[in-house]
């Protein structure tokens, strides 16, 4: 009985797996300057959420004007994706904004709840913080329960 043995695939600059290192080498660089710019510490949150601090409100404000001013370059110029398409961004619905509220208040709760925003939940626990696990599957079990009763729901 003859064993044939597969050749493995080689990892080129195209392949899936060349790109996911990709990504979890920059989203690794991103926990470690989330945490030592201290913005995932607990204490800066609780400073946030108690108006006793400047700092996170400034880290958050200078998030939204560099978000702003990069969607306004890639509409000016007309950036593609890496596979060629335009990249276009819809423009919101508002509607009453009742949804917007309603879900920025749970958000809001829970972030000052657990003292964590779901960005940089990760990070957290790749820190050490290992309680934050719990953190992670409240998030994923909110996630299924919006996805659940999304259909219900008035959008």
Known sequence: ?????????PVTASSPAR???????????????LTKSQVVSWFRIQEMFRFQSFYMYG????????????????????????DGAEIVIPPKVMGRGY????GGTIF??????????????FALIGAGVG?????VFAALAGTWLYGYLRPRLPH
Do not use: D, E, H, Q
């Open 99 to 102: 949804r917007y509220w309603v």
């Open 59 to 82: 880290v958050l404000g200078s998030a939204v004007l560099v978000a702003g001013i990069s969607i306004a370059l890639l509409r000016r110029f007309r950036v593609k994706t890496l």
């Open 1 to 9: 009985m003859a064993t044939t043995l597969a050749t493995p695939t």
């Open 131 to 135: 309680v934050m696990i719990v953190t």
């Open 19 to 33: 790109r996911l290192l990709g990504y979890f080498l920059l989203g690794t660089w991103f926990g470690v300057v």
């Open 108 to 121: 809001g709760i829970g972030w000052a709840f657990t003292g964590a925003c779901p960005g940089p939940l």
